[in-house]
C-alpha cells in the first residue's frame, strides 16, 4: 500500500465499466431505431466526469497552497483521460448516420466541453514552462 | 490589484467551467471569447485563450480563492 492515496489502483474499475456500457445497452434496446441515445447517454455520463474532476480540481489545484508532484501529474493525468474520452465520443458521432444538423449542434457542445479542459492543460501544463516576459504583467 | 476587466475574463472562464448544461455550457465558452477579445481590441494586444490562461493562472488562482462559494 502507497503512502498516497492517489497512487492506489482505483477500486472496483471493472463494475464501472459494466455499469457504463450497460446504460449504453439500455438506451440501445430502448430505442434502437435511434442510434443517438446511446451515445448521449455516454456523453451524459462523461459530462459528470468532467464535473466530479473540476469540483476535486478546486479542492487540490485551486484552494491547495502547494500541490506537490504527484498531485500535478494526475492532474495531468485526468485531463488527458478525459480529453480522450471527449474526442473518442466526437469520433463515435462522427462516423454516425444521423440529420447533419444535429450531428454539428451535438460536436458544438461536446466542444465546448473538450476546449474548455484542453485550456486547461495550456493554463497549467504547457510544455516549456512558463516564459520569462509575461506580456500582461502590468495588468496583474 | 489586478485589471478589474481580468476580473470580468476570469468571471467568464469561471462560469464556463462550471457549467455542465450542454447549450449554456457553449454560450459561455462564446461569452469568454468575447471578454477576452474586448479586452484584447481596447488593448490593442493579440493574445489566445489559451496563452491568456497561461499567462494569468496564479492571478485566477488567487482571485478564484477571494470568490466564496465559487
Not at chain 1, 501529474?73 to 478525459?82: E, T, V, Y
Not at chain 1, 448516420?97 to 466542444?111: G, I, N, P, S
Amino acid at each position: 500500500m502507497s503512502l498516497n492515496p492517489l497512487l492506489e489502483p482505483p477500486p472496483g474499475a471493472s463494475f464501472r465499466d459494466l455499469d457504463s456500457t450497460l446504460k449504453e445497452c439500455i438506451a440501445r434496446f430502448s430505442h434502437p431505431n435511434d442510434p443517438l441515445v446511446a451515445w448521449k447517454t455516454s456523453f451524459d455520463e462523461w459530462i459528470d466526469a468532467v464535473k466530479n474532476f473540476h469540483e476535486a480540481e478546486d479542492r487540490h489545484i485551486y484552494q491547495n497552497d502547494r500541490p506537490d508532484q504527484v498531485t500535478w501529474r494526475f492532474h495531468r493525468f485526468l485531463l488527458h483521460s478525459l480529453i480522450g474520452r471527449g474526442e473518442h465520443l466526437a469520433l463515435q458521432l462522427l462516423s454516425m448516420t444521423v440529420a447533419e444538423e444535429e450531428k454539428t449542434r451535438q460536436l458544438q457542445f461536446l466542444d465546448a466541453f473538450l476546449t474548455d479542459l484542453r485550456l486547461t492543460v495550456e493554463t497549467w501544463h504547457k510544455v516549456g514552462g512558463q516564459a520569462p516576459l509575461n506580456p500582461l504583467a502590468k495588468y496583474l | 490589484m489586478i485589471d478589474p476587466r481580468l476580473a470580468v475574463i476570469f468571471e467568464a472562464r469561471l462560469t464556463w467551467t462550471q457549467e455542465t448544461d450542454k447549450e449554456a455550457k457553449l454560450l459561455l465558452w462564446l461569452k469568454f471569447q468575447e471578454e477576452l477579445e474586448k479586452f484584447c481590441k481596447q488593448e490593442g494586444i493579440q493574445i489566445s485563450p489559451g496563452e491568456f490562461l497561461h499567462f494569468t493562472r496564479d492571478a485566477f488562482r488567487e482571485w478564484r480563492r477571494s470568490q466564496p462559494g465559487k
